[in-house]
Structures are given as C-alpha cells and as structure tokens.
C-alpha cells in the first residue's frame, strides 16, 4: 500500500518492513507468507463475468486490509443466437476489400472455381462457418480480429455497405 490505496509493485520498487529494505526481485524469490509481512500480496484475478455480461472495468480496491480486483459488468450488446449468423455476400466482399485482402481471398477461391462461384452467388449470405471460409481464412493466415470483423452481423456494430450512388 502507498499513500492509503494499493499499488502494482514494480521491478524499481523497494519495499521495507522494520528497518529492512528489499528490493522487487529479492521480495520475488519470497514465499507468499514472507512477501505479507513486507505487505506485498498475491493478488488474485476478479469474479468473472455472470452469464450475458462482459467486464467493464476493473479496480484494485481494499478488502479487509488486503487488495483485490473487483470488476464491474456491463450487458454484453448482443446475444449469440442458435440460428446461423448469414453474412451477406455484398458485405463479406466489402470488408474483405476494406481490410485490402479481396485479391488474396478471390486468388484462394479462385484455385476451386466451383466453390467459389457458390461462395459468391450465395442468396442468404454465406454461414460465417462454412468450411471453405474458415479453409480460406487459415490458408491466408487472417487474424481472428479481421475475421471476427469480416463475419460480423450488420448489427454487431459493424456498418452496412453504403449503396453506390450513380
């Protein structure tokens, strides 16, 4: 604890306790028991998220004379539902474009001609787990951000394309 709140000990830091000074990597090489009396503690992680709910923030509060992180819930801003999530093709090729991957994406279809013109000419939109997406993902090594981004619902707060004026 410094100045009445509790802190994150740092590899600068020093810690004291009847006179003796002990430097961060000598109070790590301590035992839980032995770290406490020079009032460094274990912190363990806060209560996880209740079902629906994601973490909104977290604090280091004071319980009892000892820290804890406390973290605070939010609703999470959609629910996940049973039925396939369908991403229209129009807004698939969108963000693929956006993210500037369409001509590496369209070269991997393009090696099975078949699937890609189903990929492409799919009514519903395509199942963000069709086989061939998730193949075409792993073969061009996307990262699991743009492919959470490129497969998002138009409501999951990604934009919908705009019609093309003209």
Same mark, same amino acid.
């Given at each position: 604890m410094k100045k009445g709140s509790w802190t994150a000990l740092n590899e600068d830091d020093a810690v004291s306790h009847n006179d003796v000074v002990a430097s961060y990597s000598t109070v790590m090489l301590w035992s839980g028991k032995e770290r406490e009396v020079f009032g460094v503690f274990e912190i363990a992680p806060g209560a996880p998220p209740p079902e629906g709910m994601l973490i909104a923030s977290t604090t280091l509060e004071d319980r009892d004379?000892? &820290? *804890?992180w406390v973290n605070t819930f939010e609703p999470i801003p959609y629910a996940p539902s049973d039925e396939p999530a369908f991403v229209p093709v129009a807004m698939l090729r969108q963000r693929i474009e956006k993210l500037g991957m369409w001509d590496?994406? @369209? *070269?991997?279809? @393009?090696?099975? &001609?078949? $699937?890609m013109l189903k990929v492409l000419t799919l009514e519903g939109g395509v199942d963000p787990t069709y086989p061939a997406i998730t193949a075409a993902? $792993? *073969?061009m090594k996307v990262p699991e951000a743009a492919r959470a981004y490129i497969l998002a619902q138009p409501s999951a707060g990604v934009p919908d394309p705009q019609p093309i004026a003209g």
């Open positions: 004379g000892r &820290p *804890a590496d994406f @369209a *070269a991997y279809l @393009a090696q099975n &001609p078949a $699937e993902f $792993e *073969a």
